[in-house]
């Protein structure tokens, strides 16, 4: 029980990565907040947890706006008193050429992606602040540190949140603060389902390890870095890719 | 306690540093070797004696003792 009765707030965890790494936490003895725009979806992820005898409790928002950002860590705090991890995993996908993106699918992205880890860092500061100890961890992606013809939005957000976990991760070391982030490459989620066969055939050609991902596979990466083994890593970005970016 | 000996005495605790140093004058950063996230660290432990909310452009000019006790006095006579 690797995270026994620690805190972990996972937005965007009503689905895909978020809810496993949502689950992964609550099997390692976390108390988990389950946060996510559906308030239906967030209350069933909830419930798998409370199911075999997890603590869990689900809280509807959207992290774009900073009010809901920060009614979700009033509501943590007040349900279990402090918080030991926040996983900033909330994020869309609005794909479109360049040529043809629209001005409110590159808004849109960014909103969720880069300034909804923002807003939850700002509200969760004070309180790791005070506790003396915090984990944050965000999720990017490999497309931020690589590019992707078709997601300039989605890549310059997950770019913008490597700058923003270096920065936050030297601003709060020494309040014992640690910030990094977890870099998935191709995972089999809803969003990558989406792809057609020929484009997940060109993917795979360009992943040493020769598959996708699981969801789990990133899910235990978070828990390593939210877990006591950590303590000493700090604005690092691990990659989750089966070897498609090395080196960096 | 009167105001100003509980300011100080937050600061004493807040910053590590002898009680003596704390003078009205003194600068937080320069004088008391506090870094920005301590004058931060400050703020908060302000509000949560006095039972006061500082808004963030207040609080970037709160930088000494002096103007610590003269906003805190200020904002208590209001809430009075």
Same mark, same amino acid.
């Given at each position: 029980?690797?995270?026994?009765? %620690?805190?972990a707030i996972v937005t965007g965890s009503t689905r895909g990565i978020g809810k496993e790494i949502a689950l992964?936490?609550?099997?390692?003895?976390?108390?988990v907040v389950v946060s996510g725009r559906n308030a239906e979806r967030a209350e069933a992820v909830c419930a798998e947890i409370?199911?075999? !005898?997890?603590?869990a409790i689900a809280v509807a928002g959207d992290v774009s706006r900073?009010?809901d950002a $920060?009614q979700l860590?009033?509501r943590a705090?007040?349900?279990? !008193?402090?918080?030991?991890?926040l996983v900033n995993n909330a994020g869309i996908?609005?794909?479109?050429?360049?040529?043809?993106?629209?001005?409110?699918?590159?808004?849109?992205?960014?909103?969720i992606n &880069? %300034?909804g880890a923002?807003n939850c860092? %700002?509200? +969760?500061?004070?309180?790791?602040?005070? $506790?003396?100890?915090?984990?944050?961890?965000?999720i990017?992606?490999? +497309?931020?540190?690589?590019?992707?013809?078709?997601?300039?939005?989605?890549?310059?957000? %997950?770019?913008?949140?490597?700058?923003?976990?270096?920065?936050?991760?030297?601003?709060?070391?020494?309040?014992?603060?640690?910030?990094?982030?977890?870099? =998935?490459?191709?995972?089999?989620t809803d969003m990558?389902? #989406? &792809?057609?066969?020929?484009?997940?055939?060109?993917? $795979?050609?360009?992943? =040493?390890?020769?598959?996708?991902?699981?969801?789990?596979? +990133?899910?235990?990466?978070?828990?390593?870095? #939210?877990?006591?083994?950590?303590?000493?890593?700090?604005? $690092? +970005?691990?990659?989750?890719?089966?070897?498609?970016?090395?080196? !960096? | 306690?009167?105001?100003?000996?509980?300011?100080?005495?937050?600061?004493?605790? /807040?910053?590590?540093?002898?009680?003596? /140093?704390?003078?009205?004058?003194?600068?937080?950063?320069?004088?008391?070797?506090?870094?920005?996230?301590?004058?931060?660290?400050?703020?908060?432990?302000?509000?949560?004696?006095?039972?006061?909310?500082?808004? *963030?452009? *207040?609080?970037?000019?709160?930088?000494?003792? /002096?103007?610590?006790?003269?906003?805190?006095?200020?904002?208590?006579?209001?809430? *009075?």
């Amino acid at each position: 029980m690797q995270l026994k009765d %620690k805190v972990a707030i996972v937005t965007g965890s009503t689905r895909g990565i978020g809810k496993e790494i949502a689950l992964e936490f609550a099997r390692r003895g976390a108390k988990v907040v389950v946060s996510g725009r559906n308030a239906e979806r967030a209350e069933a992820v909830c419930a798998e947890i409370k199911t075999p !005898g997890g603590s869990a409790i689900a809280v509807a928002g959207d992290v774009s706006r900073m009010a809901d950002a $920060q009614q979700l860590i009033e509501r943590a705090i007040e349900q279990f !008193g402090q918080i030991d991890v926040l996983v900033n995993n909330a994020g869309i996908t609005r794909d479109n050429l360049l040529i043809r993106m629209k001005e409110e699918e590159w808004d849109e992205v960014l909103a969720i992606n &880069l %300034k909804g880890a923002f807003n939850c860092i %700002k509200s +969760v500061t004070r309180q790791m602040m005070k $506790q003396r100890s915090g984990r944050i961890i965000n999720i990017t992606s490999v +497309v931020g540190q690589i590019g992707n013809a078709g997601q300039a939005n989605y890549a310059a957000s %997950k770019a913008g949140i490597i700058g923003l976990t270096k920065s936050v991760a030297r601003e709060l070391a020494s309040r014992n603060i640690t910030c990094n982030a977890v870099a =998935p490459g191709f995972i089999e989620t809803d969003m990558t389902g #989406a &792809l057609d066969e020929k484009v997940r055939e060109s993917l $795979q050609a360009q992943i =040493p390890l020769g598959r996708l991902g699981s969801v789990s596979d +990133v899910a235990r990466a978070a828990a390593f870095l #939210a877990g006591d083994e950590a303590a000493y890593i700090t604005g $690092q +970005v691990i990659n989750v890719d089966g070897g498609m970016v090395m080196g !960096g | 306690m009167a105001l100003e000996e509980k300011v100080k005495e937050i600061i004493v605790e /807040k910053l590590g540093v002898a009680a003596d /140093k704390v003078k009205e004058d003194a600068h937080f950063i320069e004088d008391l070797g506090a870094d920005s996230l301590d004058t931060v660290e400050l703020v908060m432990a302000f509000e949560e004696e006095f039972g006061v909310e500082i808004p *963030d452009e *207040d609080a970037q000019e709160i930088t000494t003792v /002096k103007a610590a006790i003269n906003y805190l006095r200020k904002k208590m006579d209001q809430a *009075d």
